[in-house]
């Protein structure tokens, strides 16, 4: 009963209002308005302005009404790995901003933030006063044993496990499964769930409404155990959505787990964890669909997809601030088919990152590649059509059951910057640059360049997908058996009153599809949203290379 009672005052401080009754699940936590850019919070700087108002001018100036959220990536100031190295989760990076601009994004803007509750940075006050033995921080940090049993503990990087470090205790080994400069927290003692929960109020005050739960996987550690998805995490996570629950705020919880589907969708526990799980195998299957010309291995995936159960939704993307990770598809894609994708990343002037196995070897874990860049060609040579193809992939993404993300240099057809990667040492750094605002916006102001192409293309569709009932997160979806290079869904509106054919012809190609092939009946009025034309339930239906069609009766 004490630590109920240290809970409730953690996440509730001062007698804060609750709700008296948990909330329900339903599907009214989001709707087919639904869609969020995916941002740095300097993707855009200028030198002049602070990179937190950019980002709110562009959004508003470029993406009114075409998406409604917004997730800015860590925020608060940080040591290394772009924000996930926190060294304060209380204040916002002076280079950034400070609260007030966060919380006019949150005015405008549904906001997601990252709780990056696994770890801190090696050079943090936290972890400064652990070294010198100051409580509460003494025990707020996972220590192990060389001795220990550790070898069937699971890795996303290839550096060591364990980092020896000088105490007031003397010396100590923490535990580090990222990196030596981010220190994973120790969830065995109980303070250091409560510190994360008086957080998670404070980013909820300053009007964060979507949590981003990051590295959540890893946060239960045990030596002799592979150290993920262990029932204390999970534990941890139906906390989490309690409260959530209860809050007077409608706080929504995304776990961020990149392994493959079963573990991923663990995390929807039985209505009672995340509201939201990533959909981490679309980015590599999508980019596999669209360069082999091929939708096999996608189709086959997504027909063995569940619907999300209720109060549950998908959070579908492409490309994000990481790489194109390659463990969700462990077990779909073969490996000669991963190793295609890999040869034509690499042509693409991308790159590819490992990740160590139990016994010292290692695997592909991500692709380092912007999305754009990552279409650059067909694995048959095929280069002419990059935006059409480009295109094509991020429609996929619109038209599936979920909430559609999309990563800012996705929107903005930004190249791969490997003068980035020259200069900071970091693969991930090709997918994460920095637009110079004045530059962007002259690139946007010119009809002819990838970016004004690709923004305003992109624009149009999300505008049509937001007004159409058969797009909600949780509509009906049914995947069609049609031909190899057409990946064909069929979404019917919770009211059952729209269906929209949402097809999409992954080839370089034309093709015809015969419409008796999607059963339209006959006496409702089809048209297809992106092109405009009335469509016939009984004739042909044409699609040029890489064309996508929502097929609806009405809207």
């Known amino acids: 009963m004490a630590l109920t009672g240290a809970v409730i005052a953690a996440f509730w401080p001062e007698g ?22 995916i941002a740095y919070g300097n993707s855009i700087t200028d030198g002049s302005h602070k990179p937190l108002d950019l980002l709110l001018d562009f959004l508003d100036r470029r993406l009114g009404g075409a998406v409604n959220g917004v997730h800015v990536l860590p925020f608060f100031p940080y040591t290394s790995d772009d924000g996930f190295a926190v060294t304060d989760y209380t204040r916002v990076d002076p280079a950034l901003g400070d609260w007030p601009d966060i919380r006019r994004l949150g005015a405008a803007f549904t906001l997601m933030s990252d709780m990056v509750l696994n770890h801190v940075s090696s050079q ?3 972890f400064t006063d652990y070294l010198q033995g100051r409580p509460p921080y003494d025990r707020f940090f996972k220590e192990a044993s060389p001795e220990d049993d550790l070898s069937a503990v ?7 496990l364990l980092r020896e470090v000088e105490t007031s205790r003397g010396a100590r080994h923490v535990w580090c499964t990222f990196s030596h400069d981010q220190v994973d927290l120790d969830f065995h003692n109980p303070e250091v769930l409560l510190e994360i929960l008086r957080l998670l109020r404070l980013h909820i005050d300053q009007g964060v409404r979507i949590i981003r739960l990051d590295a959540v996987a890893f946060i239960w550690k045990e030596p002799g ?5 262990l029932p204390q995490t999970h534990a941890i996570v139906k906390l989490m959505r309690v409260l959530a629950d209860f809050a007077t705020e409608k706080v929504i919880l995304l776990t961020e787990t990149n392994v493959p589907k079963a573990e991923n969708l663990s995390y929807f526990g039985r209505r009672d964890e995340a509201h939201m799980v990533y959909n981490f195998p679309l980015p590599p299957l999508v980019l596999h669909a669209l360069l082999s010309g091929n939708v096999r291995y996608l189709r086959r995936w997504l027909r063995a997809m569940p619907p999300a159960p209720l109060g549950c939704a998908y959070f579908n993307f492409t490309a994000s601030h990481d790489g194109i990770g390659m463990r969700p598809v462990e077990g779909i894609l073969p490996p000669d088919e991963v190793l295609r994708l890999i040869t034509s990343i690499q042509t693409a002037g991308g790159l590819v990152s490992m990740r160590a196995l139990p016994g010292g070897q290692q695997a592909v874990y991500e692709l380092n590649c912007g999305y754009f860049d990552a279409m650059s060609r ?15 992939s991020q429609t996929i993404v619109m038209s599936l059951e979920g909430i559609p993300a999309f990563y800012i240099h996705s929107l903005l057809a930004t190249p791969n910057d490997h003068e980035a990667v020259t200069r900071r040492g970091m693969n991930r750094a090709i997918n994460r640059h920095r637009w110079h605002y004045p530059d962007l916006l002259a690139r946007l102001d010119d ?9 305003t293309e992109m624009q149009r569709r999300l505008r049509i997908r937001s007004r159409q009932a058969g797009f909600h997160p949780n509509a009906t979806q049914l995947t069609l058996q049609l031909e190899d290079r057409l990946l064909g ?19 370089d190609e034309a093709l015809e599809l015969d419409g008796y092939a999607l059963n339209l009946i006959e006496d409702e009025d089809w048209h297809d949203l992106l092109s405009g034309e009335r469509i016939a339930a009984d004739g042909s239906i044409p699609f040029a290379p890489y064309q996508c069609r929502w097929i609806t009766n009405i809207g």
């Open 154 to 160: 699971v890795r996303p990087r290839t550096t060591p």
């Open 16 to 37: 804060r209002a609750r709700r008296q009754r948990p909330r329900r699940p339903s599907n009214t936590l989001w709707s087919e308005r639904d869609a969020l850019v």
């Open 225 to 229: 155990s592979p150290s993920i998805h």
């Open 378 to 392: 067909s694995f048959s040579g095929e280069e002419a059509a990059k935006i059409a193809r480009f295109l094509c």
């Open 447 to 455: 009809p002819g360049s990838d970016q004004a192409r690709v923004l």
């Open 489 to 507: 869904v069929w979404r019917q509106s919770l009211d059952r009153q729209q269906s929209i054919f949402a097809l999409h012809n992954v080839s």
């Open 124 to 126: 943090g006050p936290w």
